[in-house]
């Protein structure tokens, strides 16, 4: 059994900052790629950003120069550093981890965007 836990979200202005992570725990033997994706309400879940095992990371266009995933192999956690918030960030976050070709997610955390 694998679960992945997310931390880190909450209430930021616009131009503010949040990290979030998250940690696998469980039958773990070797994580591949690792991501984060948001779900905005009345939207469908989006890709944020991926990393590989290697360190090989993707971004989507609307966060490329505001956020930065990275990855520690060593602890099974992932993270997400966001900078220059906007209002349209708002959204819940999920965390995934790709495991042995089978996908995992995470329960979701919420980051909002207000002043």
């Known amino acids: 059994q694998v679960q992945l836990v997310e931390s880190g979200g909450g209430l930021v202005q616009p131009g503010g900052s949040l990290t979030l992570s998250c940690a696998a725990s469980?039958?773990?033997?070797?994580?591949?790629?690792m991501g984060w994706y948001r779900q905005a309400p009345g939207k469908q879940r989006e890709l944020v950003a991926t990393i590989t095992r290697g360190a090989n990371t993707n971004y989507a266009d609307s966060v490329k120069g505001r956020f930065t995933i990275s990855r520690d192999n060593a602890k099974n956690m992932v993270y997400l550093q966001m900078n220059s918030l906007k209002p349209e960030d708002t959204a819940v976050y999920y965390c995934r981890a790709t495991i042995q070709v089978r996908d995992y997610w995470g329960q979701g955390t919420q980051v909002t965007v207000s002043s």
């Open positions: 469980g039958s773990i033997f070797s994580i591949s790629g």
